[in-house]
């Protein structure tokens, strides 16, 4: 009996005990789930202050929403007014509705939050650089999907917020020239905020983005991957020093196909399995007596980082309940209507000029982001060498920052503009 | 086969190939566009001219449309969707002017844009008698803001 209770364990898991190197080795590498982490990683890019964990955070955001999304749909017709209805039963009938809807609103606000953190700290330090530069242009794809989620999301329980939000949202898009009018009908599916658009919005947000997240998301940890993982926290980046070029996994008489950054370096990974070079950052001998097995180094820093973010979205929810107003009604715009707070910057544009600010800034801003890593020409990472890079980027940040601000706090009735501070009577129009 | 077969058979492929994914791509956009829409009608009945006082406006919800009476100049239909992003302007008797609670866009009692971002006056809509001697108005007709119904 043992034996055969023995043979099934060793037809699942085939590596070496743990307790061997080889082991710890092959947990990861045999194992489909874990193995797009590196066997061994280096102790310093395992350092909170280095990436404060906010792509795991992310992720681990996302792995909160689809769980709670799923739980939610066994609730949710996507029809008005049964949409409505059904949020109403949500938050009084079923049995811990208000949580998992709380912890889905709270967990899509953390998203956008940390999406958005997670590339100032790529940009700060300047890990978007060779050979990094396509991950990047996949990441802002992934905080425009992350945005496009919240936004279609946003329409789904069906009141006075969702609808006005979204009447706005789609009305800007329609100034896009020529072809935003057709645009706004299609994603619509009619010319105003009705049935068509809930059953449109519902499967874009239940389906269409959430596989196009996944499968970027997949891309996105593959090339990090081969990109040669993390990079190298900032401080651990030596004096900048003229770098020799070889030409790597080509033969000598052909021209170089691709070349890095060279050397004495080693590359560690499992050598044995994987053949040639690869392209990433090598390091040096020292460097990999610093390097440790990810099990249990990574992975037990990663379970943290998963029980610290799901804890945190719990506490949060069972405090503060996601709000919900009364019926969409489309009569009656509430005053004032505000977007979603990560569009009121946008919104704040907008209330200046619907064209410049609501289709030229926020495509100026996409072209900008998408073209950084081709753009900044400058190779070192190191603070004291891209004053300028990170002058802009921090100008770009702050702008925004203040834009939401504004457009948050700063804006009542009829977007006049009102400190938070003086007290408005509602409806003393 | 050689050459010249090879070629034109390939870019004859080639181009069959490409016809087959445009076509495609605009069925699956035909299909995503609705044959049929289910809203309410653009041109509707609003009940009898008695029905509508003299003075201030009065507001259809439903229609999102201000229906103005004059003693003189008779019957106007003004559209209450703000022309910047849609939001439903509301009309303010005490200033006799259109407010707009999304971006703060004022426009005047004919209209006209006064203040804010919208980039263009409020439409007007045709207003009609019909035979049984309703009122209806066409909101896919815009006319100029002086157009009146005189009954």
Request: with cysteine; charged share 15%.
């Amino acid at each position: 009996m043992m034996n055969l209770i023995r043979e099934f364990w060793q037809s699942i898991v085939r590596r070496d005990p743990l307790s061997t190197d080889k082991g710890k080795s092959e947990l990861v590498f045999f194992n489909v789930w874990l193995h797009v982490h590196p066997a061994k990683v280096k102790k310093q890019n395992l350092r909170f202050k280095h990436t404060f964990y906010l792509g795991f955070i992310t992720f681990f955001l996302f792995v909160i929403l689809l769980t709670t999304g799923i739980a939610l749909m066994c609730y949710y017709r996507p029809y008005p007014p049964q949409a409505y209805q059904d949020m109403k039963d949500l938050q009084f009938v079923v049995f811990m509705g208000p949580f998992l809807r709380a912890m889905h609103r709270w967990a899509a606000h953390g998203m956008v939050i940390c999406v958005f953190l997670h590339m100032c700290r790529v940009f700060y330090t300047g890990s978007y650089k060779k050979p990094r530069q396509f991950n990047w242009v996949i990441g802002v794809f992934l905080l425009l999907l992350t945005l496009s989620l919240s936004f279609t999301g946003y329409l789904l329980p069906w009141d006075q917020l969702a609808y006005w939000a979204i009447t706005v949202g789609t009305n800007i898009g329609s100034y896009a020239p020529i072809v935003g009018g057709q645009l706004r009908e299609l994603l619509l599916g009619g010319h105003s905020v009705g049935e068509a658009a809930l059953l449109r919005f519902y499967v874009l947000h239940v389906a269409v983005l959430p596989t196009l997240i996944i499968l970027l998301t997949i891309v996105h940890f593959w090339r990090v991957r081969k990109d040669g993982g993390l990079s190298r926290p900032v401080w651990k980046l030596k004096p900048s020093k003229t770098e020799t070029l070889v030409t790597i996994g080509s033969p000598l008489e052909i021209a170089p196909l691709k070349t890095g950054p060279a050397s004495k370096d080693k590359t560690y990974g499992l050598m044995e399995v994987v053949t040639g070079k690869p392209i990433f950052e090598t390091v040096t001998p020292e460097e990999e007596e610093d390097a440790v097995f990810s099990y249990p180094y990574a992975f037990f820093r990663e379970a943290i980082a998963l029980m610290v973010t799901v804890t945190g979205i719990m506490a949060i929810s069972l405090f503060f309940h996601a709000p919900l107003e009364e019926l969409a009604n489309p009569a009656k715009t509430p005053n004032p209507a505000k977007a979603p707070w990560y569009f009121l910057g946008l919104q704040e544009l907008v209330s200046h000029s619907a064209l410049l600010g609501g289709v030229v800034a926020p495509a100026l801003m996409v072209i900008v982001l998408l073209a950084i890593p081709y753009y900044d020409r400058n190779s070192s990472r190191r603070p004291s060498d891209r004053k300028w890079a990170l002058w802009l980027f921090s100008i770009f940040v702050v702008a925004n920052l203040i834009l939401i601000v504004v457009g948050t706090f700063f804006r009542g009735p009829g977007w006049a503009l009102i400190p938070p501070w003086v007290h408005v009577v509602a409806g003393a129009e | 086969m050689n050459r010249r077969a090879f070629l034109n058979w390939g870019t004859a492929g080639l181009v069959a190939l490409c016809a087959g994914v445009g076509v495609s791509l605009g069925a699956v956009l035909r299909f995503l566009v609705p044959s049929v829409f289910y809203e309410p009608p653009q041109s509707l009945k609003i009940g009898n001219p008695a029905d509508f006082p003299f003075g201030a406006p009065t507001f259809l919800a439903d229609e999102k449309i201000y229906v103005f009476r004059d003693r003189d100049k008779g019957f106007a239909v003004a559209s209450a969707v703000c022309t910047h992003l849609g939001c439903t302007v509301g009309y303010l008797q005490s200033d006799q002017r259109f407010h707009c609670p999304c971006h703060g866009s004022v426009f005047g009692a004919n209209g006209a844009v006064q203040h804010g971002p919208a980039p263009r006056a409020l439409n007007w809509f045709e207003v009609t008698l019909t035979r049984d001697g309703q009122l209806r108005v066409d909101k896919d007709k815009v006319v100029p803001s002086n157009y009146r119904l005189m009954v």
